[in-house]
């Protein structure tokens, strides 16, 4: 069984900081980590993924990921924010092989300000 | 348009009716997923499908409904709604490279 704890259910932050939002993750098999982006009324998109490779994971609008399989952990990362970043953000998990099905951490929602 | 959608978007109904929510997706991915989305519990897989007439069920199944007799809809019925069913839900679909593309939703309301 996979699952993931997305550590902070909010974080707010000034427009042009840096900003971290945290996922850590169990499994008991090799997993490949996804994180996803929720505007408001919206579904979710796809940020960016990691399958394997290269630990550090560029994604769109400027967000990084790292893979830390030593820590169990996933985070995500963009240098300088904008306002437009304000949504919420989904970590999730894989266990590769056949099936395809996620597990979605409980989110985070990130609030930029001016 | 290409893409996935849902319908309807907007839906009250009141306990003890069935609804049923529609997905249809113009990719003919062969993975298909039902989710819903509530406060504090992100998102929780209801229903998949894999292919036509092949349908398992996911983390929180009790009291939903799926059939898949084409490739592209992956209806979700509720047989007879319960106030605990108030939720948005999401269907998604997936090729074989891993990422799901999500509908726009489906935000419904038990009385």
């Known amino acids: 069984a996979q699952s993931v704890t997305q550590l902070d259910s909010q974080v707010p932050v000034f427009e042009e900081a840096p900003v971290e939002l945290r996922c850590n993750y169990s499994?008991?098999?090799?997993?490949?980590l996804f994180w996803y982006v929720q505007y408001p009324n919206q579904g979710l998109q796809l940020l960016l993924k990691y399958l394997s490779g290269s630990t550090l994971v560029k994604g769109i609008n400027g967000f990084e990921a790292e893979f830390n399989k030593s820590q169990t952990s996933f985070h995500l990362r963009k240098p300088s924010v904008h306002i437009s970043d304000t949504a919420e953000y989904f970590c999730?998990?894989?266990?590769?092989?056949?099936?395809?099905?996620?597990?979605f951490g409980k989110g985070t929602l990130l609030t930029v300000n001016p | 348009d290409a893409g996935i959608t849902q319908s309807p978007r907007y839906k009250i109904t009141e306990t003890g009716r069935q609804v049923t929510l529609m997905c249809h997706q113009t990719?003919?991915?062969?993975?298909m997923f039902w989710y819903r989305q509530d406060l504090g519990h992100g998102l929780r897989l209801i229903y998949y499908?894999?292919?036509?007439?092949?349908?398992d069920k996911g983390e929180v199944p009790d009291g939903y409904v799926v059939s898949r007799s084409k490739t592209e809809n992956f209806p979700l019925t509720l047989e007879s709604a319960t106030r605990s069913q108030t939720s948005v839900y999401f269907c998604?679909?997936?090729?074989?490279?891993?990422?799901?593309?999500f509908g726009p939703g489906t935000r419904l309301t038990v009385l």
């Open positions: 990719w003919s991915h062969s993975y």
């Open positions: 499994s008991s098999v090799s997993v490949y």
């Open positions: 499908s894999a292919a036509a007439d092949i349908t």
């Open positions: 999730a998990v894989s266990g590769g092989g056949s099936n395809y099905k996620l597990t």
């Open positions: 998604a679909s997936s090729d074989f490279t891993d990422t799901q593309y």
